[in-house]
């Protein structure tokens, strides 16, 4: 695999992550679920955005 291709790739994963912690927002503001899930899931997309991040400008 190519660098370009894994960055974009990657990238396509960082615009999933997101839109998984949009989605997670709108459960946390109308309080569905347990909170304290709700928080573990998006204290891990954060971490997981950041890592993703970080390996497309060490690629780049």
């Known amino acids: 695999m190519s660098d370009k291709d ?3 790739k990657v ?3 960082v ?3 997101k839109e998984s912690r949009n989605s997670l927002k709108i459960l946390n503001y109308i309080k569905e679920g347990d ?3 709700r928080n ?3 204290k891990e ?3 997981l955005i ?3 991040s970080k ?4 690629k780049k």
């Not at 390996?55 to 060490?58: R, Y």
């Open 6 to 8: 894994f960055v974009f």
């Open 11 to 13: 990238g396509l994963t």
């Open 15 to 17: 615009k999933e992550l």
């Open 35 to 37: 909170e304290n899930s």
């Open 40 to 42: 573990l899931l998006l």
């Open 45 to 47: 997309i954060e971490e």
């Open 50 to 52: 950041a890592i993703a």
């Open 55 to 58: 390996m497309i400008i060490n």
